[in-house]
């Protein structure tokens, strides 16, 4: 068996995208998934959100310099299930120099390629949060994906830039860097169902994408906001908030559509 690579990516920031792929990762691990996140946004926000410090050396920089393995790099994050490949700084340099190279859209495909076939996560699923921008790090993420999650906030312009990270999507599968990249699902984030932009935005959405929404929505919440400054996930900071239940919902969706 194989790892399910899921890429979590939208080139605008503040949607959700890491707070999605932090208790994401968690609610598969405490439904008993082996899960590995990958933090490959410089500015390391996922490694933070789990309480867990930047270290020099610690990312997949080095890997994708061809310097050691992706193994390597992994650690331990205190909970049960979920391991880490943290990120740090130096990570910004990767958009320049990956550009030099042959085969620059596959960098990242040829490190993850052994942890697909790695005790545990060849069971389970290996979640990428990918930058707050459409690089070529994000690029080298959705290469080496089998699925690509998309975050987005039910606010105006939503459709402007889901467009244009469906067209990224299709542009990799028509240039055969990875044609077999598939669209995991949209999730709408800060969701307010008392709120009539909310729920025009989701309509909109269901009209293009009839088949790609998720069922479960990420409502706003003051709690999932909190949780991060106390280096939790929402499921141990108040596990019986509305966020907590909807990223363990979450979670079954895509257990079951991936038959983890």
């Not at 790695?118 to 290469?143: E, K, Q, R, V, Y």
Request: contains cysteine; hydrophobic residues 45%; charged residues 25%.
């Amino acid at each position: 068996m194989s790892a399910q690579v899921l890429a979590i990516a939208n080139q605008k920031g503040g949607v959700g995208k890491t707070t999605t792929a932090v208790n994401l990762a968690a609610a598969l691990a405490e439904a008993k998934v082996p899960t590995l996140l990958i933090d490959m946004d410089p500015q390391g926000n996922a490694t933070s959100m789990l309480g867990l410090e930047r270290t020099d050396g610690a990312s997949l920089y080095g890997p994708m310099n061809g310097e050691g393995i992706a193994r390597d790099k992994i650690i331990e994050t205190g909970r049960k299930g979920l391991w880490m490949i943290p990120a740090e700084v130096d990570l910004a340099a990767l958009e320049t120099e990956m550009a030099r190279r042959d085969n620059y859209l596959r960098q990242m495909k040829q490190v993850l390629g052994p942890l697909r076939e790695t005790d545990p996560f060849h069971l389970g699923m290996i979640i990428i949060d990918c930058p707050p921008a459409l690089g070529l790090i994000s690029m080298n993420c959705l290469g080496a994906a089998d699925s690509l999650l998309i975050t987005l906030q039910t606010e105006y312009l939503a459709m402007e830039g889901l467009g244009q990270i469906l067209s990224v999507l299709d542009q990799l599968r028509e240039a055969g860097v990875n044609d077999h990249l598939e669209l995991a699902g949209v999730l709408m984030t800060m969701y307010d169902k008392r709120m009539r932009l909310s729920q025009e935005v989701v309509a909109q959405v269901k009209e293009h994408l009839p088949d790609s929404v998720f069922k479960t929505m990420i409502p706003r919440s003051v709690r999932l906001a909190e949780a991060p400054s106390f280096g939790q996930t929402i499921l141990e900071y108040d596990r019986w908030n509305p966020g907590a239940r909807a990223y363990k919902k979450l979670a079954k969706e895509l257990i079951e559509k991936y038959s983890l």
